[in-house]
C-alpha cells in the first residue's frame, strides 16, 4: 500500500521561511518524478514546483521562482520544499505528488499523477 505523507506546514510571518517534507513509502521511490503543488480556497490546484526522480532537473512555477528550492533524498524517499520569503499570497495547502518515469520539464496536470498525500497548510500572515 502506498503511502505519501507531508510535514512541515505552518504559520509563518511574511518574509518568513518553512521547510515542507514528504515522505513516499509502499513504492520506488527513484522511479517516480515527484512534485510539489497547492491549492488556495475557490482556486484551481497548481503545480509550485517539481523534481524528476534523480534529482538533477527541476522546475518552478514564475511566482515562486528564486524563493523556494525543490530537493529530493532518494535513499530516505523523501522530497523537500524549502520556501523562503514567504509571501501572503503562498498561503495555501501543499500536496505532494508522485508520478512514475516521466520528465516534462515542467509540473504535470494534477490528473497525471498517480499518487497524493493528505496535504499540509502553509499560511503566510502580513
Known amino acids: 500500500q502506498v503511502q505519501v505523507v507531508e510535514s512541515g506546514g505552518g504559520l509563518v510571518q511574511a518574509g518568513g521561511s518553512l521547510r515542507l517534507s514528504c515522505t513516499a513509502s509502499?513504492?520506488?521511490?527513484?522511479?517516480?518524478?515527484m512534485g510539489w503543488f497547492r491549492q488556495a480556497p475557490g482556486k484551481e490546484r497548481e503545480g509550485v514546483s517539481c523534481i524528476c526522480w534523480s534529482g538533477d532537473r527541476t522546475y518552478y512555477a514564475d511566482s515562486v521562482k528564486g524563493r523556494f528550492t525543490i530537493s529530493r533524498d532518494n535513499a530516505k524517499n523523501t522530497l523537500y520544499l524549502q520556501m523562503n520569503n514567504l509571501k501572503p499570497e503562498d498561503t495555501a495547502m501543499y500536496y505532494c505528488a508522485a508520478e512514475k518515469a516521466v520528465w516534462r520539464g515542467r509540473c504535470g496536470a494534477p490528473a497525471d499523477y498517480d499518487y497524493w498525500g493528505q496535504g499540509t497548510q502553509v499560511t503566510v500572515s502580513s
Open positions: 509502499g513504492l520506488t521511490f527513484d522511479d517516480y518524478a
